[in-house]
């Protein structure tokens, strides 16, 4: 069995097709898909896909690139609408939540504070409420780093992780895993390929972020959570490993991250 830890299967660019992209991806061996919210405006979407497929369940989160537009009242929400979705075996996580010092209008000073202010307020949600945390980390691996390691979440996930080795050793000493997926196939990615091979396999999980960082071989089409044990079999041959070995492992990886997870899923 395989694990998508990160799909947006709400997105637009799926339409109508989210519940049928799911049936595909678990005709291909994918026993859960994680689809994390990314602002307040979906988070009653998110839950409602996952009551609706079997193989889904889902994060509450506020993204970084939908910071600029949120309040207060956002984080208020947020935290309330977690209280209530403890009930719900299909809410497994904060997120997608983190830093995106990417972007350049994102990046200017009091954008950056306010980024900064939002990951705080939510890690502190993940804290209160023992939930782990999926981290969009891009370009900022570091200030993650050291906010997660000042509020200390339920571990987690590093999403689409493309750090150096010293930074993954800082998530993997915290108790996260380190989110590979499409950005993996390709063979110029030297230094992600060159993390996946080396790095601890007990720190790796797989995920597609689709539709978006489609593997070498959709790109640049829509990416879909399908691809994701063709994605594992790249894992398996950079590692020297067979297909079977990784997909235990990253399986067994992705339900410590995400107990939630493994409880849906059962023994």
């Given at each position: 069995?395989?694990?998508?830890?990160?799909?947006?299967?709400?997105?637009?660019?799926?339409?109508?097709?989210?519940?049928?992209?799911?049936?595909?991806a678990r005709a291909e061996g994918v026993g859960?898909?994680?689809?994390?919210?990314?602002?307040?405006?979906?988070?009653?979407?998110?839950?409602?896909?996952?009551?609706?497929?079997?193989?889904?369940?889902?994060?509450?989160?506020?993204?970084?690139?939908?910071?600029?537009?949120?309040?207060?009242?956002?984080?208020?929400?947020?935290?309330?609408?977690?209280?209530?979705?403890?009930?719900?075996?299909?809410?497994?996580?904060?997120?997608?939540?983190?830093?995106?010092?990417?972007?350049?209008?994102?990046?200017?000073?009091?954008?950056?504070?306010?980024?900064?202010?939002?990951?705080?307020?939510?890690?502190?949600?993940?804290?209160?409420?023992?939930?782990?945390?999926?981290?969009?980390?891009?370009?900022?691996?570091?200030?993650?780093?050291?906010?997660?390691?000042?509020?200390?979440?339920?571990?987690?996930?590093?999403?689409?992780?493309?750090?150096?080795?010293?930074?993954?050793?800082?998530?993997?000493?915290?108790?996260?895993?380190?989110?590979?997926?499409?950005?993996?196939?390709?063979?110029?990615?030297?230094?992600?390929?060159?993390?996946?091979?080396?790095?601890?396999?007990?720190?790796?999980?797989?995920?597609?972020?689709?539709?978006?960082?489609?593997?070498?071989?959709?790109?640049?089409?829509?990416?879909?959570?399908?691809?994701?044990?063709?994605?594992?079999?790249?894992?398996?041959?950079?590692?020297?490993?067979?297909?079977?070995?990784?997909?235990?492992?990253?399986?067994?990886?992705?339900?410590?991250?995400?107990?939630?997870?493994?409880?849906?899923?059962?023994?």
């Open positions: 069995m395989w694990i998508d830890t990160h799909c947006h299967l709400d997105a637009h660019e799926f339409g109508a097709e989210s519940a049928a992209q799911a049936a595909l859960m898909i994680v689809v994390p919210a990314v602002e307040r405006a979906n988070f009653a979407v998110v839950a409602g896909l996952a009551a609706g497929v079997d193989n889904a369940c889902y994060a509450l989160g506020i993204h970084p690139i939908y910071v600029p537009q949120a309040g207060e009242d956002d984080l208020l929400a947020l935290r309330e609408r977690v209280a209530a979705a403890m009930a719900d075996r299909r809410m497994v996580a904060i997120g997608e939540i983190g830093l995106d010092f990417f972007i350049p209008m994102l990046s200017e000073p009091a954008m950056r504070d306010k980024q900064i202010h939002f990951f705080r307020e939510q890690l502190r949600i993940a804290r209160d409420f023992e939930l782990p945390v999926l981290m969009h980390v891009r370009r900022s691996q570091d200030v993650v780093l050291k906010h997660a390691r000042q509020i200390r979440p339920a571990g987690g996930i590093a999403h689409a992780f493309n750090g150096s080795f010293q930074q993954a050793q800082g998530y993997i000493d915290l108790g996260f895993k380190l989110g590979f997926g499409g950005a993996m196939t390709f063979t110029r990615a030297l230094q992600i390929r060159r993390m996946a091979t080396e790095l601890p396999l007990s720190a790796i999980v797989l995920e597609t972020d689709a539709p978006d960082i489609a593997p070498s071989w959709v790109h640049p089409g829509r990416n879909s959570p399908d691809q994701i044990p063709r994605i594992g079999a790249v894992l398996a041959e950079l590692r020297g490993l067979s297909v079977a070995e990784v997909a235990g492992a990253t399986t067994a990886n992705a339900r410590a991250a995400l107990p939630r997870v493994a409880a849906l899923l059962g023994a």
